[in-house]
Structure formats: C-alpha cells, structure tokens
C-alpha cells in the first residue's frame, strides 16, 4: 500500500507555465527531479534508514524509526525572471525510495539558467483539512485543535541510544498553535540560489542534509525538546528556522 501511495504522489505532481512567458517560447528542455538524503556525509535510504546511528549537533546519539517530509510548489525561474511552476505537492517516505523523485507529467521549459525554489509543507491556501484523500489514507492530517491542515514532517527516533535509558523523540512540524483558538502558519519557502544550467533533459538532485534539523540556526537539545512538539509554539517555530538549511542543489546530469 505504501508503495502504491508514492507512486500515485509522485503523478500528482502537475506542471504549468506562468501567464506571463511569449506562448513563442520555444520548449526545448525538459526536467527530473532526483532527491537524495543525508546525515552530514553519511547517505540515509530505505536500506540503513532504521539500522544507521547519528550523532547530533548536541552530541545526542540517535536512531531514526520513520522520515517522512511534504513539499509543494516547485518553481524555476531563469535570469530573466521567467517562472515555470510545478503545481501540486511531493509527499517523501524515505521507507520507499520510489517516493524520493519525479518527472512532471507535462514538461517542456526552455534551455536556460535557472533557480529553483520551492514551499515546506503546505502554504495558507493549499492546507485545507481533509482536502487530500491521498494524505488522509497516509495518516498525515495535522489535528484540528492544533489548527488542523496537514503535518510537514515526521522525524521518529530514538536518542541517547548510547546510553542505558535511550528516549523517544517526535520531531513533528506544521502548523503552529499560539494559543487555544489562535494559530499561524509555518511552512517555509526555500530558496536555492545555486544557478541550474538545463541545456536538454536535466536531472536535478536536490539534496536533504537532514541532521541540519538540529542543527541551524536552532542546536536542538532532546534532553529538553523531544516530545510532545506538535502543541509546543516555540519547538514550531524553531523548526522553521532550522529547515531553511537543510536543502541543497546537488549534481546536474543531461
């Protein structure tokens, strides 16, 4: 079943071209998404994700139990300001490797030197409760009496494994509860700035340093955060903070 769900996701994933682009432009390249995960320079994967132990920037020994992380509205955009939008979301299970990539259905951009950014979880219009039925059926509704929507991540693990009495952690972002009643958004827009040159059919790696979690500009302490985070305003916020630097534009293959 899982295995079904990512492959669904990943066709979910549509492809426009913004309203302003010359309907002359000639499309002549095309593009894939690879994206690849990693504890610093240690490659985490469906093979070593529950067997691997990290250390964080707190000095937590840790073992994880379960990633999953959720992506939306993937743009490039060229020197010359032109945008091309991937609408939709990407729903990432690091259980299953078929959900780490995908190719727009409809895919055809100019040959060019581009950006690429693209939003952490849902933004305000798009985290609607119970819009997903994909989602649902993955059990990744953020509750309502926490504003309801969807989750962004799910980080399960143990910590402090190096010691006699390890812990668990629940590192869970979306969005972020004020107080009863009163919530505020918290997905993130990343900007990689690094220059993409696509001359034909480009595979673009984004790369997930995922122990940068815990590390920037937030080191983050288990001993005192583990859980519950998902009611915890500050812990929400932090996390924000800390995703803006966990991706990175890696190798480009054409």
């Known amino acids: 079943m899982k295995k079904t769900i ?5 066709l979910a994933i549509t492809f426009s071209c ?9 499309l002549s390249a095309s ?20 067997t691997e132990t990290v250390t964080n920037a707190n000095g937590e020994v840790i073992n994880m139990v379960r990633f999953r992380y959720l992506t939306s509205k993937f743009k490039l955009t060229n020197t010359a300001g032109d945008t091309y939008s ?38 305000e219009e ?18 309502e009496m926490l ?19 390890p812990s668990p952690f629940n590192f869970h972002n979306g969005t972020a509860r004020v107080t009863d009643g009163l919530f505020e958004q918290n997905f993130a827009t990343i900007v990689l700035d690094t220059p993409i040159i696509i001359t034909n059919e480009a595979t673009i790696e984004v790369k997930m340093n995922i122990a940068e979690l815990f590390t920037n500009p937030n080191t983050w302490d288990l001993n005192v955060l583990d859980t519950p985070l998902m009611p915890n305003y500050d812990a929400q916020k932090m ?11 890696g190798e480009i293959t054409q």
């Open 6 to 10: 990512a492959l669904i996701l990943l």
């Open 18 to 26: 913004n309203e302003d682009m010359d309907d002359n432009t000639t």
């Open 31 to 50: 593009v894939n998404f690879k994206f690849t995960h990693d504890w610093n320079d240690t490659l985490i994967n469906s093979s070593n994700l529950e």
């Open 86 to 123: 991937f609408e939709g979301f990407k729903f990432t299970d690091l259980a299953e490797e078929e959900s780490y990539n995908f190719t727009p259905d409809i895919n055809g951009i100019p040959s060019g030197t581009y950006t690429l950014s693209f939003i952490w979880g849902f933004n």
């Open 126 to 143: 798009d985290n609607i409760d119970g819009a997903y039925p994909i989602l649902n059926s993955a059990s990744w509704n953020w509750p």
């Open 147 to 165: 504003g309801g929507g969807y989750h962004f991540l799910q980080f399960d693990g143990m910590y402090n494994v190096d010691t006699p009495n």
């Open 239 to 249: 996390m924000q903070e800390n995703i803006l630097s966990v991706f990175t534009i």
